[in-house]
């Protein structure tokens, strides 16, 4: 738990989301400002600046998350159209909140290359 973040405060449910996915070591939400029909963000409950930080100090925590991933795809139903994992990382990535999380996006064709 890191004070003054953003997704700390969602996992300890002091913000409110739209959970869509939850285990012991993750949490699936829907993202506030939706950029497909399905946007969905799998974070760990623990704070991890970004997705370097968590596979340098829990790699396992950075499996956990993959298979979240998946999984959101399945409950989703996008799971078989396809879809993209994104980890926006730092200033040229351009992560906003800096707690660890991965974009499920799906539900149309996606574009390449990104912005
Ligand atoms: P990033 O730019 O990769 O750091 O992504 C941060 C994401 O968090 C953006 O897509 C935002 O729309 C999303 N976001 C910001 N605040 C909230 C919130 N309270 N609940 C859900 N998603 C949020
Ligand atoms: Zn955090």
Not at 22 to 48: G, M, S
Request: aromatic share 6%.
């Amino acid at each position: 738990m890191s004070e003054d973040c953003l997704f700390c405060s969602i996992v300890s449910g002091d913000i409110p989301a739209t959970i869509v996915h939850e285990t012991d070591e993750v949490l699936a939400f829907r993202d506030l400002n939706p950029q497909a029909p399905t946007h969905v963000l799998v974070i760990p409950k623990a704070h991890y600046a970004n997705a370097a930080e968590l596979a340098e100090a829990e790699p396992s925590s950075a499996a956990s998350l993959l298979t979240a991933a998946k999984e959101v795809a399945v409950l989703e139903g996008i799971a078989k159209s396809g879809y993209r994992l994104v980890f926006n990382t730092g200033k040229d990535g351009q992560q906003t909140v800096f707690h660890v999380h991965c974009h499920v996006l799906g539900g149309r064709a996606m574009v390449w290359p990104p912005g």
